[in-house]
């Protein structure tokens, strides 16, 4: 059996003013964690059913790296910097604000904005990488710090879509809700493979 865990930090800091002649995708690369978000990831390079963990894949987002960084330090490993498992790249907004681009895209994985991917380019790419590391850690354990959206995408792989009451997208794995609008601080999801076949999905934190 393979398990991948993929985990995603949305504990930032929001009052970062950058350059204005920086580009929006720029920025968000840029974003660090904030003081919580540190302590969280200290926490969870502890947790138990991450021990087994053989190697460690981040985005190049700097969120995504401080939150591995612990992980890495703990369990002695190094960490592998994919541009495949970053976030969606929004494009250009204009006038739009990111949540009503996020409600247009999660009702249609086909809308994009001009320079920027539609949440079926993140799947398709998601997927691959998915393949690529099942194929490279058979029967391994192996750590994905990655992104809400790019988690999303790739759960609807496997997933039943649906919605809240918000209109937020809504993920179910065998009745179960895997994904139920916000993400809030450090969240884990857990992913069994039997050689390429997908055993399970578990939302572990």
């Known amino acids: ?64 790296i401080a939150t591995a960084k612990y992980l890495a330090k703990h369990l002695e490993l190094d960490i592998h910097i994919k541009s495949e498992i970053g976030e969606r790249v929004i ?6 604000k990111i949540r009503m681009i996020s409600e247009l895209q999660e009702n249609d994985f086909n809308y994009k904005l001009s320079g920027g991917e539609s949440l079926n380019e ?17 029967d391994k354990t192996v750590a994905l710090f990655t992104h809400n959206v ?17 209109n937020r997208l809504i993920l179910n794995y065998k009745e179960e809700a895997i994904i139920d609008g916000a993400w ?10 039997d050689g390429k076949e997908l055993v399970s999905i578990k939302r572990k934190k």
């Open 1 to 64: 059996m393979t398990t991948i865990y993929l985990i995603n930090n949305s504990l930032t800091m929001n009052n970062i003013m950058f350059p204005a002649k920086e580009s929006l995708e720029q920025k968000r690369e840029k974003r660090i964690l904030s003081i919580e978000g540190e302590e969280e990831s200290k926490r969870l390079a502890n947790l138990d059913y991450l021990q087994n963990v053989q190697a460690i894949y981040s985005s190049s987002y700097v969120m995504s």
């Open 91 to 96: 494009g250009n907004l204009g006038d739009k």
């Open 122 to 138: 993140v799947k398709s790419r998601m997927v691959r990488f998915i393949k690529q590391i099942l194929e490279k850690h058979e």
């Open 150 to 166: 790019a988690i999303t995408c790739l759960l609807s792989e496997w997933c039943k879509k649906g919605f809240n009451l918000d």
């Open 184 to 193: 809030d601080g450090i969240n884990v999801i857990e992913l069994v493979f």
